[in-house]
């Protein structure tokens, strides 16, 4: 292929559906009104997991974002080195392994460690409704 990137690579173009930079604000505002909500309602240690579960939610992000850009630059190229699908699993291992520590070591909720990690679906749900919204009014 040229020096060009592929359509999956380039960054996001001026009529994206999805924006990636809306995606992290709202996965910013609702870790902050989980923590505060969390912290009203479950006490400060699940105020504080719901915290790191939603900084553990930014790491698996970004983290999904270059693994996967790598491994379809790696495709792209023609390269058939299996480095890239390694760090792509290892990520799920990795974050598995954080969270299982966490679990057995009593530190924090394991309900407010997953209410934390599940800010970057919800941004997608929040995203969809506001979408849908501007489109209709």
Not at 27 to 32: D, T
Not at 52 to 65: D, E, M, Q, S
Not at 107 to 122: E, N, Q, R, Y
Request: aromatic share 10%; no cysteine; hydrophobic share 55%.
């Amino acid at each position: 292929m040229g020096e060009e990137s592929p359509a999956l690579l380039r960054s996001e173009p001026a009529n994206a559906v999805i924006s990636h930079r809306r995606l992290l604000v709202e996965m910013a505002v609702l870790v902050i009104l989980g923590t505060v909500v969390g912290s009203l309602f479950g006490g400060a240690r699940f105020g504080i997991g719901v915290l790191i579960g939603g900084a553990l939610a930014f790491g698996n992000y970004f983290w999904l974002k270059r693994s996967t850009e790598s491994l379809f630059e790696t495709a792209f190229s023609g390269g058939r080195t299996p480095l890239p699908a390694i760090r792509f699993i290892a990520r799920y291992v990795v974050l598995g392994l954080v969270i299982l520590a966490i679990h057995y070591t009593g530190l924090l909720p394991a309900a407010a460690l997953i209410a934390g990690l599940a800010a970057f679906a919800l941004a997608v749900v929040v995203d969809g409704i506001v979408s849908i919204f501007k489109r209709t009014v």
